[in-house]
């Protein structure tokens, strides 16, 4: 079983930075891909920012420029460092890992941390 393990929300300041954290652990394909998705309340789940293993990224067109999506291989950690934070930024942010084996895929989930910009 693959857990996901994340960090770094908290409360900040429109304008202000904020670098989320997620780890991997358990049985992972080398080829993979982790990605940050979001849900703010009454809304559904958005992609936010993903990169998979061989270095591949793909940005929501709402945070390009502001977001850096960065990972650590040898450590299955993925990083999402956040600048220029808007209030439309709060929400809850979820870690995502995709991960596949021959014809069997997996996906697998964070347990969320919330990100609230608010003056």
């Known amino acids: 079983q693959v857990q996901l393990v994340e960090s770094g929300g908290g409360l900040v300041q429109p304008g202000g930075s904020l670098r989320l954290s997620c780890a991997a652990s358990?049985?992972?394909?080398?080829?993979?891909?982790m990605g940050w998705y979001r849900q703010a309340p009454g809304k559904q789940r958005e992609l936010v920012a993903r990169?998979?293993?061989?270095?591949?990224?793909n940005y929501a067109d709402s945070v390009k420029g502001r977001f850096t999506i960065s990972r650590d291989n040898a450590k299955n950690t993925v990083y999402l460092q956040m600048s220029s934070l808007k209030p439309e930024d709060t929400a809850a942010y979820y870690c995502?890992?995709?991960?596949?084996?021959?014809?069997?895929?997996?996906?697998?989930w964070g347990q969320g941390t919330q990100v609230t910009v608010s003056s």
């Open positions: 358990g049985n992972i394909a080398s080829i993979n891909v």
């Open positions: 990169m998979s293993s061989v270095g591949s990224t």
């Open positions: 995502n890992l995709y991960t596949k084996f021959s014809t069997l895929e997996y996906n697998y």
